[in-house]
């Protein structure tokens, strides 16, 4: 029987070759379905190894997980994505993450101070973040200037969720991911 480990990895390198940021309980829960899928496989005799050359498993419970994060079910309220918001902006500024929240025009997005590691971006290599929580969406992030690139960030639309947005934030702003938006 394949452990919930190697699944993880799986799908944590089927996420590299998207164009979307995941928070680890997305992965989570992607690792945890491709678990029982292979599972399932060596019920009838398949290894998780011989899945390779007929199909993307990790890839496709990452993407099957993802669409509950970025297509919600019933749209949300103004109401909530201002909470969702706040919840964000509340994590973000915590002594945990400690980023530097700018004011915004609009109460469903955050504007992101960058930091000296920020990805460069914006027309002279200088914009903040932007990152924001839709009522028919989830969330996303970019870079603020005009004709940047949007990336979605797979997470639940929780209080819980914007905590693991914003330690996501953070490593962006940190530069700890390299730059998401050139992949």
Known sequence: MTDTTEAYAA??????????????SVLEHAAALLTDLWAAGE?????PSEWGWAADLAGGALDVVTRRY???????????TTALCQDLVAALTSDEIGLSVL?????????????????????????N????????????ISMNADGATVL????????DGAAEVAALVRAVVHGELGNPFRR
């Open 43 to 47: 019920r009838h005799g398949v290894a």
């Open 11 to 24: 799908v944590e390198k089927a996420a590299k070759s998207r164009h979307a940021l995941y928070v680890p």
């Open 103 to 127: 004011p915004g025009t609009r109460k469903n997005v955050a504007i992101v101070e960058r930091g000296p590691d920020t990805p460069r971006g914006g027309f002279r290599g200088d914009a």
């Open 152 to 159: 979605s960030i797979a997470a639940p639309a929780t209080t």
């Open 129 to 140: 973040l932007m990152v924001g929580i839709y009522s028919n969406g989830g969330w996303d």
């Open 70 to 80: 970025e297509r919600p079910e019933t749209e949300r309220t103004s109401e909530q």
